[in-house]
């Protein structure tokens, strides 16, 4: 029930408003004295404030004042009976959510009251969205205990603030835009608006407009006029991923925006001042193509004050089980599994993956092995690390043979029991099989080749053949 606090120095309008407002549905609290209503306010939330103007010791715009001191956003609706224009422009500059001269309609009243409560909704809606964003986004939430990481998350805390362009490099998969988010809501740019734009998704033809917005009739399509994402993020920060797939042409225009700090829309004669933090990422190494002519030196140097380096995952392995468990715990929320673990086996498995595909493998790998581990733990047939779409050696080869020839052998093992296990389960059905294990058919026919899993079928066969004749055999064949 919405709560709200009404002042008024005429105890027949508080009597009134105290009436109509209960009916509506809400808790009503009266006040005659702008002392007491400041002592109410001090030991009571509310989510709306109804205030006269003429109060007696505090007027109502200097008592709302003092209130937003303590709720900056709270509504406030400031009631008078001797309303000018002058007075409501002041109440409405000072934080009023609305200004109402007496008499007024209670219809009138109780609309402007349902309105300013959306408003206060909207508001904490909003403030609790901005929080939940700057937390997900603060270096405390990014999973990471190596020293090579906590160095990135120091020097990241001493450049936030600054106007200074940062370089993020590193392998597909490592989390460089979530590093750029870090960095944008570490700043005191954080509620401006952050924008992300993939250079590498949007057509050459296309970038520019993107980037710099365009004029009217710039060319056949451009019937309005439109801003571009360096306007849009005016105030904030623009984040270019995959900078190092832009055209020489528009690295050109892009060094000259980052110059002069202003834009010029295509199809347009003037120049706009912009304000905007610029954080760019490429998995590219931009030093080498610049020897090739493809990327501009003085642009790098430029968007590379303060290069970051982003470690590939295999380079920083005491972060994976830190990794594994938050989305083990984040997955089973999501799909709401009760999570049960992962075995000591596994967990090896993942510790001497080379992970290709870096953290976002790691995370594919963990939801889909929570989804097709059943009640129990993730286990090493789960997490089918051999079948990468990228290649690759499973192991880090730094693993001595024998470590790895024993653990390939242990997978091996543990592979074999659980495609015999899922083929039990689905009346020995490769269609439905290879669905559950989250793999294609032709790959279960090879691993049934590889580990000479026919002759199961044919015992099944059998086995249905005697129970169509009437046999009573409850034999089913036994996982090796």
């Not at 403030?127 to 999973?143: A, C, M, W």
């Not at 899993?453 to 053949?465: D, M, P, S, V």
Request: proline share 4%.
């Amino acid at each position: 029930m919405k709560k709200i606090l009404v002042v008024d120095d005429e105890p027949n309008l508080l009597t009134l408003l105290d009436d109509t407002f209960t009916e509506e549905g809400y808790e009503v609290i009266t006040s005659s004295s702008s002392r007491e209503a400041i002592a109410i306010v001090k030991d009571t939330v509310f989510d709306l404030l109804i205030v006269d103007l003429a109060m007696p010791e505090i007027n109502g715009i200097a008592l709302m004042e003092r209130f937003h001191r303590w709720y900056p956003h709270l509504p406030v609706i400031i009631i008078t009976g001797h309303g000018t224009i002058p007075l409501a422009v002041e109440a409405i500059q000072k934080g009023a959510y609305d200004f109402i001269t007496k008499p007024f309609d209670l219809d009138v009243i109780c609309t402007t009251v349902k309105r300013a409560l959306e408003y206060g909704e909207l508001h904490q809606e909003l403030t609790r969205l901005r929080k939940e964003v700057q937390n997900r986004y603060s270096f405390s939430n990014i999973i990471a205990k190596s020293k090579c990481m906590q160095n990135i998350f120091r020097l990241i805390d001493q450049v936030a603030d600054s106007m200074a362009t940062i370089l993020i490099q590193g392998e597909s998969g490592t989390g460089k835009e979530l590093i750029a988010r870090a960095i944008h809501y570490q700043s005191s740019r954080k509620n401006q608006p952050f924008l992300a734009v993939d250079c590498s998704a949007i057509p050459e033809s296309l970038l520019e407009s993107e980037l710099f917005g365009f004029a009217r009739g710039a060319f056949t399509d451009a019937v309005v006029a439109r801003q571009g994402l360096f306007q849009e993020a005016s105030g904030g920060t623009l984040f270019l991923d995959e900078v190092g797939d832009i055209s020489l042409t528009t690295q050109s225009k892009l060094l000259r925006v980052i110059q002069e700090r202003e834009v010029r829309p295509l199809g347009s004669n003037r120049t706009c001042k912009v304000d905007v933090r610029i954080i760019t990422a490429t998995n590219k190494d931009l030093r080498e193509l610049i020897k090739k002519g493809a990327f501009r030196e003085d642009l790098y140097f430029r968007i590379a004050i303060i290069p970051i380096h982003l470690p590939p995952l295999r380079e920083r392995k005491e972060d994976i089980p830190l990794l594994a468990a938050h989305f083990i715990e984040k997955y089973s929320k999501i799909n709401k599994k009760p999570a049960k673990g992962i075995t000591r086996e596994a967990m090896l498995a993942l510790t001497r993956h080379n992970w290709p595909g870096n953290v976002r493998e790691l995370e594919n790998t963990i939801e889909r092995a929570l989804l097709i581990c059943g009640d129990g733990q993730i286990d090493l047939p789960h997490l089918f690390l051999d079948q990468h779409p990228l290649g690759g050696e499973l192991f880090d080869n730094s693993s001595s043979s024998d470590e790895n020839n024993t653990l390939t052998r242990t997978l091996e093992k543990a592979e074999k029991e659980f495609i015999l296990q899922t083929l039990n389960m689905v009346d020995f059905n490769c269609t439905r099989a290879a669905k559950v294990m989250g793999i294609s058919r032709r790959t279960l026919y090879d691993k049934i080749e590889k580990y000479n899993l026919k002759r199961f079928f044919q015992a099944y066969n059998q086995r249905r053949k005697g129970l169509d004749q009437g046999e009573t055999t409850t034999d089913t064949p036994k996982p090796i």
